[in-house]
């Protein structure tokens, strides 16, 4: 970590040390002390963009209206889009704050944002409004984490760093059924010299659509490049065959620098990689959290954000999560029966785990020799969707473009 400080400027290193307050910080302490006096070099300069300044420029906020709040928000028409960023220059994003009217599940994943930088062609950012903002399924309430909060469940704050070298766009792309209020504000620094070894902000958004029993879902498809996976957040529907079994078994797998059958990372399980354990409730720390827990109507929203514990890679990276659950074995014999599909992978008894896919010749689910009242976990196929949020050493990647709107609704 050293050597990419070194090559910071003194404005480089000032914002380094900034974020590192905002995102390592807790209870008024910080992992690495930043004062807040520090002033950066000449030239640095702070812009907010709304459409109270659309540009950004010196002296030209609130000009409608005599000053008195004459351009606060607009009406963005279903179908339409709003180029709410063209800024030219270096600089780093540090804050986006926006709310809309209409927030139900259809809209929040119809509209989309697209981030585009150092004038790309292609967006390193496309992704469905409400899951970019911290919670997937088109789902609002209050939550906080280091990355992201929504302080009542009604607006959209997104605090990760975002460096350009040359050229910042961000649009709003309102692809859904209603027309949409939009308030937002996006807050950056003006930098008379570009940080030069800063990394782009990029996510990807995805959902399992015709996943099969037994295949991972991946959260993020391999990249090229050098980079940090920065973390994600992940919505599952669960499917209604599976009743109150659990879903959470998966392990989280993270590929790196060329990893082919077998990644250089693994979790222990869906809990156990945001942190919590033995099942799950509704929580939100800096770090990881699950803002909406419904058991009922089987919808889980979770994140993990890989800050204090950094994931790098120089070549490569992939991240996936099994799709995995566990049961008593009479309740996954039901499951089967009512046309569910599942398959058991281990077998957890007193005597210890036994992996069924390396045990040739261990009985059939439904020959009475299988044990029974034991931990069973299991192949399933549930809805899940995620964003990936990640950092990498190029403005584009090669990765597929966001799903068409009736793909991202679907299963809501």
């Given at each position: 970590?050293?050597?990419?400080?070194?090559?910071?400027?003194?404005?480089?290193?000032?914002?380094?040390?900034?974020?590192?307050?905002?995102?390592?910080?807790?209870?008024?302490?910080?992992?690495?002390?930043?004062?807040?006096?520090?002033?950066?070099?000449?030239?640095?300069?702070?812009?907010?963009?709304?459409?109270?300044?659309?540009?950004?420029?010196?002296?030209?906020?609130?000009?409608?209206?005599?000053?008195?709040?004459?351009?606060?928000?607009?009406?963005?028409?279903?179908?339409?889009?709003?180029?709410?960023?063209?800024?030219?220059?270096?600089?780093?994003?540090?804050?986006?704050?926006?709310?809309?009217?209409?927030?139900?599940?259809?809209?929040?994943?119809?509209?989309?944002?697209?981030?585009?930088?150092?004038?790309?062609?292609?967006?390193?950012?496309?992704?469905?409004?409400?899951?970019?903002?911290?919670?997937?399924?088109?789902?609002?309430?209050?939550?906080?984490?280091?990355?992201?909060?929504?302080?009542?469940?009604?607006?959209?704050?997104?605090?990760?760093?975002?460096?350009?070298?040359?050229?910042?766009?961000?649009?709003?792309?309102?692809?859904?059924?209603?027309?949409?209020?939009?308030?937002?504000?996006?807050?950056?620094?003006?930098?008379?010299?570009?940080?030069?070894?800063?990394?782009?902000?990029?996510?990807?958004?995805?959902?399992n659509k015709d996943t099969r029993l037994g295949e991972d879902f991946a959260i993020l498809p391999q990249i090229?490049?050098?980079?940090?996976?920065?973390?994600?957040?992940?919505?599952?529907?669960?499917?209604?065959?599976?009743?109150?079994?659990?879903?959470?078994?998966?392990?989280?797998?993270?590929?790196?620098?060329?990893?082919?059958?077998?990644?250089?990372?693994?979790?222990?399980?869906?809990?156990?990689?945001?942190?919590?354990?033995?099942?799950?409730?509704?929580?939100?720390?800096?770090?990881?959290?699950?803002?909406?827990?419904?058991?009922?109507?089987?919808?889980?929203?979770?994140?993990?954000?890989?800050i204090p514990d950094p994931v790098f890679f120089n070549t490569s990276c992939r991240v996936t999560i099994q799709?995995?659950?566990?049961?008593?074995r009479d309740s996954i014999r039901a499951i089967v029966k009512a046309g569910g599909r599942a398959r058991p992978?281990?077998?957890?008894?007193?005597?210890?785990?036994?992996?069924?896919?390396?045990?040739?010749?261990?009985?059939?689910?439904?020959?009475?020799?299988?044990?029974?009242?034991?931990?069973?976990?299991?192949?399933?196929?549930?809805?899940?969707?995620?964003?990936?949020?990640?950092?990498?050493?190029?403005?584009?990647?090669?990765?597929?473009?966001?799903?068409?709107?009736?793909?991202?609704?679907?299963?809501?």
């Amino acid at each position: 970590m050293s050597r990419y400080y070194n090559n910071f400027g003194k404005t480089g290193k000032l914002l380094f040390k900034t974020a590192l307050l905002l995102l390592l910080s807790s209870g008024g302490r910080a992992l690495q002390a930043q004062q807040l006096y520090d002033l950066p070099e000449a030239g640095t300069a702070t812009r907010w963009i709304s459409f109270e300044n659309i540009h950004g420029e010196k002296g030209a906020a609130a000009k409608e209206n005599k000053g008195a709040k004459g351009h606060s928000s607009e009406w963005i028409r279903a179908g339409g889009r709003k180029v709410l960023m063209d800024y030219s220059g270096a600089g780093v994003i540090h804050r986006i704050w926006m709310t809309v009217i209409d927030r139900s599940p259809a809209a929040l994943r119809s509209i989309r944002i697209e981030m585009y930088w150092d004038n790309a062609a292609k967006p390193a950012v496309s992704a469905p409004l409400g899951d970019f903002f911290g919670i997937s399924l088109g789902l609002r309430t209050a939550f906080q984490s280091a990355a992201f909060s929504d302080p009542e469940g009604r607006s959209f704050n997104c605090y990760i760093p975002m460096p350009f070298k040359r050229h910042a766009k961000v649009v709003f792309i309102n692809e859904s059924k209603s027309d949409q209020l939009l308030f937002y504000d996006i807050n950056f620094s003006v930098l008379k010299q570009p940080l030069q070894q800063a990394a782009y902000f990029h996510t990807y958004w995805s959902t399992n659509k015709d996943t099969r029993l037994g295949e991972d879902f991946a959260i993020l498809p391999q990249i090229k490049g050098k980079g940090r996976f920065l973390g994600t957040n992940i919505g599952i529907v669960t499917d209604k065959v599976y009743g109150s079994t659990w879903f959470g078994e998966g392990e989280v797998k993270i590929y790196l620098d060329g990893d082919k059958t077998y990644p250089t990372l693994a979790g222990t399980g869906t809990e156990d990689y945001i942190g919590s354990a033995w099942n799950l409730g509704a929580f939100s720390n800096l770090y990881q959290g699950a803002p909406v827990v419904d058991k009922v109507k089987g919808r889980f929203s979770f994140y993990r954000y890989h800050i204090p514990d950094p994931v790098f890679f120089n070549t490569s990276c992939r991240v996936t999560i099994q799709q995995m659950g566990g049961g008593g074995r009479d309740s996954i014999r039901a499951i089967v029966k009512a046309g569910g599909r599942a398959r058991p992978v281990s077998v957890m008894t007193r005597d210890g785990l036994i992996p069924l896919l390396d045990t040739p010749g261990y009985p059939d689910l439904f020959d009475d020799r299988f044990s029974k009242d034991e931990w069973v976990n299991f192949y399933r196929v549930d809805d899940y969707s995620a964003t990936a949020y990640f950092y990498l050493d190029r403005p584009e990647n090669e990765l597929p473009p966001l799903p068409p709107v009736a793909e991202r609704i679907k299963g809501l």
